[in-house]
Every structure is written in structure tokens, then in C-alpha cells.
């Protein structure tokens, strides 16, 4: 199983977790670190939290499209090497600006922005190795 694989089952794990939270409802989203805003909005059964949710859902999966294409596994998408390198930067740029950050910003030193930073930059790293192979 080469590196692209690796990198797609995680960006198909974390689009799974997106649609699984939509399903789970408020409890879910609570669980998960989306705050109690969205949590209440998802309560009163608005539209947002589950259109917000999806639409991260949706650009995981494409995420993982491309890094299977890379990996052989999925016919050709437009521009793989560009978009993947693009993937890299924007997992690398949600790791390291909460981080960063958090020492100046008060919203970023939640749990969830630490937790999430941290799992982004394992993605990061994952689709960095797979790059330089």
C-alpha cells in the first residue's frame, strides 16, 4: 500500500466523521468541538450547521479523490500534482495558525482548536511524505 493511500483513508476517515456528526445531531456536534452555537442551531433543526458540515464533508472526499488519483487508484483528476500540493498547504496552514496563534487570540485556546490542529498537521505530514516519495 504506497503513501497515497495512507493519506486518502484519512481524508475519507475525517469526511466520514463530518456526515457522521450531521447524523448524530446536536450531541454529536457537541462531542466533537463545534461549539454550542452551532449545537443549538442544530437543536432548532436550522439548515447551516448541516450545510456548513457537508460542505467540509464534500471537500474531504475530494481530497481523498485526489490523493487516490495520485496513488493510481482513481481515474485522472485535473491537476493532481497542483491540487495535492494546495491540499499539503491548506492542512499545514490549519495546523500551524491555531497553534500559533492561541497565545494571542483567546477563541483558538479551546481543546478542539488544539486537538484539531494537531490531527491537521498528522495530515499535513501524511500528504507531505506521500509528495516526496
Not at 463530518?18 to 461549539?35: K, T
Not at 497542483?82 to 498547504?89: F, K, R
Amino acid at each position: 500500500m504506497n503513501a497515497w493511500v495512507w493519506a486518502a483513508g484519512l481524508d475519507f476517515l475525517a469526511a466520514a466523521l463530518h456526515v457522521g456528526i450531521v447524523l448524530g445531531g446536536p450531541a454529536w456536534y457537541r462531542f466533537f468541538g463545534a461549539g454550542e452555537r452551532m449545537a443549538r442551531m442544530a437543536e432548532r433543526r436550522r439548515l447551516l450547521p448541516t450545510v456548513i458540515t457537508l460542505a467540509i464533508a464534500a471537500a474531504l472526499s475530494m481530497f481523498g479523490a485526489y490523493a487516490m488519483t495520485a496513488g493510481g487508484h482513481f481515474p485522472n483528476l485535473p491537476l493532481p500534482h497542483e491540487a495535492l500540493m494546495a491540499i499539503t498547504a491548506i492542512y499545514t496552514v490549519r495546523a500551524l495558525v491555531p497553534l500559533l496563534l492561541h497565545p494571542v487570540i483567546v477563541s483558538l485556546r479551546t481543546r478542539f482548536m488544539i486537538v484539531s490542529s494537531w490531527i491537521c498537521g498528522l495530515y499535513a505530514f501524511a500528504h507531505g511524505m506521500a509528495l516526496a516519495v
